[in-house]
């Protein structure tokens, strides 16, 4: 069949699941969305490619990058034309989104819809990342149910890092017991299968630190030689993405899973990324590294256990254990050293966190401050000096030795597990014990290799720098580095093996233009892709009014100017008479304008942080449902991804224009990257990304077409500056208001 004859196919499925949906309304946004993603579906190329036919031209690959403003209806857009295809080509789909919640959307409410309209059936799962899931082992540890005997067994506590070990220590008796309380809680529910072991399944899902100690990680994990391998919640939900041909996952785990088989092959799948938007950052993320120059009492530990568990299973590799991790220690003290010789005016920290920035890192400062304190050098142009490129050399040549005899004892130790069933258990309690502490090795090796990666000439460096931080009892020195430019990042990781691929969101294009997002990407100047605008179906014109509020102050002056905002937004908040929500970009001006609220309207205002976020939004829905005003006070986390149609958000108000925090050393380094290049980061960088995250927080306004709001700004900027007239044009067309504060 050809790729048009395919296009035409899906876009019927897509025709006919529309008109069997229950309260259809015709949207022709949608359907020429639907028609773009058929075309480009169709025309990738899938499977495998003869390899010894060097004649053979390169596999046609087709990649449709697609803006969807809010009202598209952009879910049933992509997945009904991708899932057909999908059915008839007999391939799989995989659907990345930038966050859980829009995962289990999907799962739990539009694909189940698609299901029995779609006329072949179908099977979807949810792929997340494996630290969402209990590990029965742990569980059952620190529930009680099996202490470790035998001379061959470590104390619990051996099973995590030592700073976990001495969290437990310090805490109250009471609260050890309750957590102890809660893990048996859950081992119980788990065992009548009250609990599936999905963290997100709990009815109040644990902080982080309660969920750590019990979260399955890969590095602590022996798969199928595990004595509870048949019962793992992990592996099960392997098995159902096995038999899914739709499977909804995350951007972190598509870019963390790149080769792990853990996800359809992208040259053999069809690929839908939406929230797009968040791609490059994620990238960034994913593909950064830091390693700790200070505490490194886990050197010593994993050391220990993997002499120890080595010498058991009689693996040669150790005998140059002693070597590399005595190295691998005194070298980092060296380099923490260094770094504090070099870069101690910019790290060094306030007198109050005591003499211990002179060496002795990672112990307790004379004066420990009440909290904590980090500060950050960075490296110039990425060049490291010359003092610090042999002590990193010697830190990544014993990380990897170390971790070349680690690789035996683990190969080893898969062996005995798989050769001696009955000794399962306590062989993988060894596994775990040396699994908890191998990921800092893996952290350290892996910023050594990207800080001293020379640069190509005239290419973009890696961003380089260190930290130093008060945390408690302790100051700590810590390296860092991170690609520079996500585009490379993904072009090299991601795009090189996708064929055929969606990508959507409602913020795409930055002032007007899509090319900040095909750079951000690494899709720019790729023939294969194309791109798409489809606007929103509501009049926001009508429906919305953008009041431009011109302050006397500066925003450059935050003192003067957050005074100032804050009298006009109490102003404007007093004739708030349903729901309402302000958005702040930085902590102190929220808690600035918290200060500042009159005795009557502290009942109104709901803060972020002071309840989780989803009991403070259902107390927002309540009090609207019952007649009150009710106001929001939140920052970048609720500034997308938040609906709240209808009278739930009235009025909206933008106090500052959402630049990036100045301090972003990723930021700094392709700043300066880029002036030495003689471009100019404000205009190529720092604007295009304030215009996507603008756009996303006015675009919480209007959210159906029956909505009428206000949105209103305090940062004279938008108005009165050049930058400002392109921000405006990444706007939804509101009714444009300007008044003086």
């Not at 299968?193 to 979260?215: C, H, I």
């Not at 070349?404 to 683990?410: E, K, N, Q």
């Not at 991170?482 to 959507?504: C, F, I, M």
Request: negative net charge.
């Amino acid at each position: 069949m050809s790729a048009q004859q395919w296009a035409d196919q899906a876009l019927q499925s897509f025709d006919t699941v529309v008109q069997a949906t229950s309260g259809f309304r015709s949207r022709p946004g949608q359907r020429l969305m639907a028609e773009q993603v058929a075309k480009a579906f169709g025309q990738a190329q899938l499977g495998k490619i003869d390899a010894d036919d060097e004649d053979a031209p390169p596999p046609d690959r087709a990649i449709a990058v697609i803006q969807a403003g809010t009202g598209v209806g952009k879910s049933l857009a992509y997945s009904v034309p991708a899932i057909a295809m999908a059915l008839e080509r007999g391939t799989r789909v995989l659907i990345s989104t930038a966050t859980v919640a829009l995962q289990e959307q999907l799962v739990t409410k539009d694909l189940p819809a698609l299901a029995a309209h779609i006329s072949k059936p179908f099977k979807f799962a949810l792929a997340k990342g494996r630290g969402r899931y209990v590990c029965k082992l742990k569980l059952e540890r620190l529930a009680g149910g099996a202490d470790p005997s035998g001379e061959d067994e470590l104390p619990d506590d051996d099973l995590f890092p030592e700073e976990e070990a001495a969290a437990r220590a310090k805490r109250p008796r009471a609260e050890s017991e309750a957590r102890m309380k809660f893990y048996a809680s859950m081992a119980d529910a788990l065992s009548r299968g009250a609990w599936d072991g999905d963290r997100d399944t709990l009815d109040t899902p644990p902080e982080a630190e309660v969920w750590s100690p019990v979260g399955a990680e890969a590095s602590s994990c022996t798969g199928k030689h595990c004595p509870v391998f048949s019962q793992c919640t992990y592996y099960e939900r392997r098995k159902e993405l096995v038999a899914a041909q739709v499977i909804v996952a995350n951007h972190d785990l598509l870019l963390s899973s790149l080769g792990a088989r853990l996800l359809p092959e992208l040259d053999n799948c069809l690929l839908v990324v939406d929230e797009a938007h968040h791609l490059p950052a994620t990238a960034l993320g994913q593909f950064a590294n830091e390693a700790d120059l200070s505490r490194l009492t886990w050197i010593d530990k994993l050391a220990s256990r993997a002499l120890r568990i080595g010498q058991l299973l009689e693996v040669q590799e150790i005998a140059d254990i002693p070597n590399h991790s005595a190295r691998l220690r005194a070298t980092l003290q060296d380099v923490a050293r260094l770094v504090m010789d070099i870069y101690g005016e910019t790290l060094n920290p306030p007198k109050s966190a005591g003499a211990n920035a002179s060496g002795r890192f990672g112990s307790t400062p004379r004066y420990a401050t009440p909290y904590n304190n980090i500060t950050r050098a960075r490296i110039p142009g990425g060049v490291l000096p010359e003092a610090l490129i042999e002590p990193l050399s010697q830190v990544a040549h014993h990380a990897d030795g170390f971790l070349t005899a680690l690789r035996a004892i683990s190969k080893a130790l898969r062996s005995e597990i798989k050769d001696k069933p009955d000794e399962a258990r306590r062989l993988s309690t060894l596994y775990a014990q040396i699994g908890a502490l191998a990921p800092r090795l893996e952290s350290v090796h892996a910023t050594m290799s990207l800080l001293l990666e020379d640069t190509p000439e005239g290419a973009a460096p890696a961003a380089k720098w260190f930290t130093l931080e008060v945390d408690g009892d302790y100051i700590v020195v810590k390296a860092h580095a991170s690609p520079l430019l996500p585009g490379n990042t993904l072009r090299n990781h991601l795009w090189s093996a996708v064929r055929g691929a969606v990508l959507t969101s409602a913020t795409l294009k930055s002032c007007g233009q899509f090319e900040f997002f095909l750079r951000e990407t690494g899709l720019h100047g790729d023939a294969a892709v194309t791109t798409l605008e489809v606007a929103s179906p509501f009049d926001y014109g009508l429906q919305g009014t953008f009041i431009a509020t011109e302050t006397q102050a500066d925003p450059k002056n935050a003192q003067a100017f957050t005074a100032e905002m804050v009298d006009a937004l109490l102003s404007d908040l007093s004739l708030v008479e349903a729901g309402a929500l302000v958005l702040f970009t930085s902590r102190d001006q929220m808690r600035q304008a918290v200060d500042a609220l009159p005795t009557a309207m502290r009942d109104v205002v709901l803060v972020q942080n002071t309840l989780p976020r989803q009991q403070l939004l259902a107390r927002h829905r309540e009090r609207v449902a019952e007649g009150l005003a009710s106001i929001i006070f939140g920052m970048q986390s609720f500034g997308e991804g938040l609906d709240l149609p209808g009278p739930l958000c009235e009025s909206l108000f933008i106090t500052k224009l959402p630049f990036a925090p100045p301090d972003d050393p990723v930021g700094e380094a392709r700043a300066e990257w880029l002036r030495g290049s003689g471009r100019d980061p404000f205009i190529e960088l720092v604007v295009p990304a304030t215009a996507i995250r603008l756009a996303q927080w006015a675009g919480r306004a209007i959210r159906t077409e029956e909505d009428r709001a206000h949105v209103y700004c305090y940062d004279k900027r938008l108005v009165r500056t050049s930058y400002g007239q392109l921000l405006l044009k990444g706007l939804p067309p509101f009714t444009l208001e300007r008044r003086l504060a």
